[in-house]
């Protein structure tokens, strides 16, 4: 079970989100899922709007780290703009941390909203009887515990197991704080909305990473014409 992410060139600020928009680097026209918004600050920085809301123009990446390193590389920020911009390969460690910092606020209201287990006894539990949307393990989990919970996942779920993601991009540390507890190793999240909107953050940032903006791998957990530079 898995949350189709609905995330939408160059604008004129803050917008409901339409169906399509135009890459600056590819000049490809994709859905706006597949892209990033990024805006100027009067500084002359590149800040990246997740949220699509911050005010004035915004140009418009493709969501992966690839394509951002070649709008980087390529100055389109400051092509795109038409003034000096300053856009470094800082920008792309800023943009991977608040795509990261996004999906842990998600997972943290998923927690609060009683939609998230954790350790070892309950996650098996919760395989045994609760609607399930993805298992997570901290980075450092021991691979014994993953073994014993991923049989827990197929004795339930059977040949259904691999639609349901395991997640370990983060260390215990991220997801005690996330999760307001110490010593998170294991845990599950459950279906319900907040779940949702975790799952869809977390597709987000993993796509930024990976480059695969296609269906998403549900076993290792792990998508206007030239000439709208400007309006």
């Known amino acids: 079970m898995l949350a189709r992410i609905d995330d939408s060139g160059i604008d004129k600020g803050p917008k409901k989100s339409g169906p399509e928009r135009l890459c600056a680097v590819t000049r490809e026209v994709k859905p706006v899922a597949e892209l990033l918004r990024f805006v100027a600050a009067p500084d002359g920085s590149v800040i990246p709007d997740l ?12 969501a992966t780290r690839e394509t951002l390193t070649e709008a980087v590389k390529r100055k389109s920020f400051a092509k ?3 003034q000096d911009i300053r856009a470094g390969a800082d920008l792309i460690a800023q943009t991977d941390s608040l795509l990261e910092r996004a999906a842990l606020d ?30 997570l393990h901290a980075r450092e989990a021991a691979v014994d515990g993953i073994r014993k919970l991923h049989a827990a996942l197929h004795r339930r779920f059977a040949d259904e197991a691999g639609q349901i993601p395991t997640i370990s991009d983060f260390t215990s540390q991220q997801l005690d704080l996330a999760l307001g507890r110490a010593n998170v190793v294991h845990a599950a999240l459950l279906a319900g909305p907040a779940g949702n909107s975790f799952i869809a953050r977390y597709l987000r940032m993993t796509r930024f990473r990976t480059g695969d903006m296609g269906k998403p ?11 709208l530079e400007a309006e």
């Open 80 to 82: 795109g703009f038409k």
């Open 51 to 62: 949220k699509r809301n911050l005010p004035g123009r915004g140009l418009w990446i493709t």
């Open 217 to 227: 791998d549900h076993d290792n957990a792990r998508r206007e014409p030239q000439g």
């Open 106 to 135: 998600a997972l943290a209201i998923a927690g609060k909203a009683g939609q998230v287990v954790a350790g070892f006894s309950k996650v098996e539990a919760a395989l045994g009887r609760e609607a399930i949307l993805a298992i």
